[in-house]
């Protein structure tokens, strides 16, 4: 079985590879075909994505790997990453996915009409500045295919890049991740 991982709006970065590594992941997706963009902040790099690619584009890019993998896959996405996964969960080309764990995915909040075709475990931060966690939780949690994990962390706490980095919780979830996925 093929791990993907699926990168937030920082792309592929010295530390999403090290975690590919530390999980054996066959492949990382991201937003900007594998080019180092080294943002010097979450601003700059999500004012770059969303003028350049986009949510949609990002979709695009993900279902098109996700139809070139020729095994069942486990994609594990983070932030706009774990929204990508969201919308490719209803689609036919997702047969190919055996299940998905997302990372605080914020924009899932804007699609909960998806109704996934495949196991999705839904990481969630303890709080969001944009919308209200807990309701979007209980919206999500009606569906058979979702199970919700809601953390004591920050949005973006599994990203050395990010001003919510958290080691502890980092090292917590690698761990967690390793036993899925055995």
Same mark, same amino acid.
Request: charged content about 20%.
């Given at each position: 079985m093929a791990i993907i991982l699926v990168s937030d709006i920082f792309g592929k970065t010295p530390a999403l590879t090290k975690?590919?590594? @530390?999980?054996?992941? +066959?492949?990382i997706i991201d937003p900007y075909n594998g080019?180092?963009?080294?943002?010097?902040?979450e601003s700059d790099a999500y004012d770059y994505f969303t003028k350049q690619v986009g949510l949609d584009t990002y979709f695009t890019l993900l279902n098109k790997a996700v139809s070139a993998f020729?095994?069942?896959k486990t994609l594990i996405g983070f932030s706009v990453g774990a929204s990508a996964i969201? @919308?490719?969960? +209803?689609? +036919?080309?997702?047969?190919?996915?055996?299940?998905?764990?997302?990372?605080?995915?914020s924009q899932i909040r804007n699609h909960t009409e998806i109704n996934p075709l495949f196991p999705i475990e839904m990481i969630f931060p303890k709080y969001e500045a944009h919308f209200d966690v807990t309701a979007l939780q209980k919206k999500l949690a009606t569906k058979t295919q979702v199970k919700i994990i809601k953390t004591d962390y920050l949005h973006g706490f599994m990203n050395y890049?990010?001003?919510n980095y958290n080691h502890n919780a980092y090292l917590e979830h690698l761990n967690m991740l390793r036993?899925?996925?055995r």
């Amino acid at each position: 079985m093929a791990i993907i991982l699926v990168s937030d709006i920082f792309g592929k970065t010295p530390a999403l590879t090290k975690l590919a590594k @530390a999980l054996n992941a +066959e492949a990382i997706i991201d937003p900007y075909n594998g080019e180092d963009m080294s943002f010097d902040n979450e601003s700059d790099a999500y004012d770059y994505f969303t003028k350049q690619v986009g949510l949609d584009t990002y979709f695009t890019l993900l279902n098109k790997a996700v139809s070139a993998f020729y095994s069942t896959k486990t994609l594990i996405g983070f932030s706009v990453g774990a929204s990508a996964i969201w @919308a490719l969960s +209803e689609k +036919e080309s997702s047969h190919k996915v055996n299940n998905a764990v997302c990372y605080y995915g914020s924009q899932i909040r804007n699609h909960t009409e998806i109704n996934p075709l495949f196991p999705i475990e839904m990481i969630f931060p303890k709080y969001e500045a944009h919308f209200d966690v807990t309701a979007l939780q209980k919206k999500l949690a009606t569906k058979t295919q979702v199970k919700i994990i809601k953390t004591d962390y920050l949005h973006g706490f599994m990203n050395y890049h990010s001003s919510n980095y958290n080691h502890n919780a980092y090292l917590e979830h690698l761990n967690m991740l390793r036993v899925l996925l055995r």
